[in-house]
């Protein structure tokens, strides 16, 4: 989503860098930079003014403008205010006692509401809790069954009495439900309308009273920019809105909303959703965001996604094959497999310092379809040549062609990647003879945290 203004901010700090010394007019003509990227990207102007007008009173300090690395202290001042914007406040849910606690979410119709919240019931099983779901949009045609059915996919459970269609009785009937079978957290997929009208409002606030949740959080498209600013605050001013979800931050919009909505509306961002998958589902948090924007990658965030995917025994498995040199095809297709898991290529990527614009590496975009090319060559071989390569003659490459529908020469392209693959693997395993998978990722958490709290 910010692909855009994070190329335009990028462009602004390398022709920064090679001034040995800022004045006033070189920040003041980065500035105007700056705020024309973030009109563009659709950041409610109010808040690119202030947003400029502070960044021109630390920009302009003479510590800066003396500094050796001005620069440097530029950007540092941007992502300061940049993560700024986004308030005090860290996303995920209001802490409560409450159980079952009630979680409310509101917002329009097609904002996204019923696949947040499966996602959201499959991020509180993460931590530990016990979901169930239920669906108060008795007026739109197959609301009800679409919950059920992503629900089912995913090994969630809802609640669904036959024949029950008044909107406050579900919800309530769903926190007894919960009460009697253990549940202890009620999520309530709420009405939508295609604008805000009163009856919404009051079916909203019945909910509301009867429920009593924890939690109110505002489904918002990112990809409608301030048309989804305006109804949250609508939203916030009618029934209260303790937190903000940003759907489709993955899209190809130009993002401005996220930027805009804490200054707006006068609620933190909860959660956003960077996907299709009910994984593509993460908590708000200001500093990671702003660090891919700004092309810092986002070293935390892709640790954690390798921790969901990687399964603790298998990673220590392999890491003792690495050392021992003994890394196979095999092998090689089960981690493009996990890299798979971990989600879209592209997004990956964006998370790694130095490679979050990806057209400044290359014209195309990166193409998963190789990836799986590739797997399907592998899938070609017999469990031997998977196991030892070295068996693999000419003879054998046409077998494994045909049967991947490829040609002879992507089957040698393969291997010979496969082949330098193990020869750095070689030289990285004698580097990380003294550790384990787990203690090196803590050890990353740990520098990450450093950079980020300016140690």
Not at 17 to 44: Q, S
Not at 219 to 233: E, H, R, Y
């Amino acid at each position: 989503m910010f692909e855009s203004l994070s190329g335009r901010l990028q462009d602004v700090f390398r022709s920064l860098r090679g001034e040995t010394r800022l004045t006033e007019a070189t920040v003041d003509a980065a500035l105007r930079e700056i705020r024309l990227a973030l009109l563009e990207a659709d950041v409610n102007f109010k808040v690119t003014r202030a947003f400029i007008d502070r960044v021109r009173d630390r920009a302009t300090d003479q510590e800066v403008l003396k500094s050796l690395t001005p620069a440097q202290h530029v950007v540092r001042i941007v992502r300061d205010e940049m993560i700024a914007l986004f308030g005090d406040a860290h996303g995920g849910l209001s802490s409560s006692s409450k159980t079952p606690r009630a979680i409310l979410l509101l917002g329009l119709q097609g904002s996204g509401k019923t696949t947040t919240a499966a996602k959201l019931a499959r991020w509180v099983g993460r931590q530990g809790r016990h979901p169930l779901l239920v669906s108060t949009d008795v007026r739109r045609p197959a609301a009800i069954e679409q919950l059920n059915v992503l629900c089912t996919k995913a090994g969630l459970r809802v609640f669904d009495p036959a024949g029950e269609m008044d909107p406050v009785a579900r919800a309530r009937g769903a926190l007894t439900e919960a009460q009697h079978l253990g549940f202890d957290v009620v999520i309530v997929d709420t009405a939508g309308r295609l604008h805000i009208d009163d009856d919404l409002m009051q079916e909203l606030q019945a909910i509301k009273d009867a429920a009593e949740p924890s939690d109110l959080l505002y489904v918002a498209d990112a990809m409608t920019g301030q048309d989804a600013i305006k109804s949250a605050g609508e939203f916030n001013r009618r029934i209260g809105v303790s937190g903000v979800v940003l759907t489709k931050i993955d899209g190809d919009a130009r993002g401005g909303a996220a930027l805009s909505v804490v200054a707006v509306v006068g609620v933190p961002i909860a959660f956003v959703g960077s996907g299709e998958r009910l994984e593509d589902f993460e908590v708000f948090q200001a500093e990671r965001l702003v660090s891919r924007m700004l092309g810092m990658g986002d070293v935390l965030s892709l640790i954690e996604k390798a921790e969901q995917a990687i399964d603790r025994d298998e990673a220590e498995r392999l890491e003792e094959k690495i050392l021992q040199d003994d890394f196979t095809l095999q092998d090689f297709r089960d981690q493009l497999r996990t890299i798979k898991k971990m989600g879209p290529l592209e997004q990956i990527l964006g998370m790694i310092p130095g490679l979050g614009s990806i057209k400044q590496l290359a014209e195309q975009k990166p193409d998963e379809t190789q990836l799986a090319r590739v797997e399907g060559i592998i899938n070609s071989m017999t469990p031997a040549e998977r196991r030892n390569y070295k068996v693999i003659n000419g003879s054998r490459r046409k077998r494994i062609a045909r049967g991947s529908g490829t040609s002879v020469e992507d089957v040698n392209r393969l291997l010979k990647q496969f082949i330098q693959m193990r020869k750095m693997l070689k030289t990285f395993g004698g580097m990380a003879s003294g550790g384990g998978v787990r203690k090196k990722w803590r050890a990353a958490k740990a520098m990450m945290d450093k950079v980020n709290s300016g140690r």
